[in-house]
């Protein structure tokens, strides 16, 4: 787990919103860029696979919004929940896109894009790294606020429960008695 993010120029939390916001960004390039596509492609020149290739980047990049609209709340919230949709996210994308470069690379035979796409997988698997350190900290501090909670509770304190309790009874059998 990370301490801190961009080797340790930022909090986990500002490295998470940094990135949020360019994911974000890209995204949202990414859908208005799949939609000007669709709406102008011809239905009469254009190949039915390709009509559903720019579809289904559509439907992904839209979900990568979301996703990336939920890390920045959840950081801004410090909701855990909220930033593990990303998480689980952007873990799908960097699979997806191991899976592309190996599929890439047996398919052009080069050793360049082999090695482009280490290099392009690993910074996507440290950006990953980032904010899933960051999901695990704002559990931690969630944890940690319950722990608190619960040593500050009267029900953890079960003598002072009981005695509470024992004066709670002979409070109420002396009122019976009048």
């Known amino acids: 787990m990370l301490k801190t993010a961009f080797c340790g120029c930022c909090s ?4 998470s919103v940094v990135l949020g916001v360019l994911w974000l960004l890209t995204d949202l390039g990414q859908v208005i860029t ?27 990049s839209l979900l990568h ?21 990303a998480v689980m996210n952007h873990f799908v994308s960097l699979v997806m896109a191991v899976i592309s470069v190996i599929a890439l690379t047996l398919f052009y035979m080069r050793v360049t894009v082999l090695f482009a796409g280490l290099i392009v997988t690993a910074i996507a698997g440290y950006c990953w790294l980032i904010i899933y350190s960051f999901y695990w900290q704002l559990i931690e501090v969630a ?5 608190t909670q619960l040593e500050t509770s009267s029900l953890t304190k ?12 002979k409070q109420s059998t002396s009122n019976l008695a009048y």
Not at 12 to 15: E, F, Q, Y
Not at 143 to 147: A, F, I, R, S
């Open 65 to 85: 919004l979301v996703g990336n609209i939920l890390l920045l709340l959840g950081a801004d919230k410090g909701k855990s929940q909220w930033v593990k949709y």
């Open 34 to 60: 799949y939609s000007i596509d669709l709406a102008t492609m011809d239905e009469e020149d254009t190949d039915k696979g390709e009509r559903l290739g720019f579809f289904v980047g559509l439907c992904i």
């Open 158 to 169: 079960p003598t002072e429960y009981r005695k509470n309790l024992v004066d709670e009874d």
């Open 143 to 147: 944890m940690t606020e319950t722990h």
């Open 12 to 15: 986990l939390r500002t490295g």
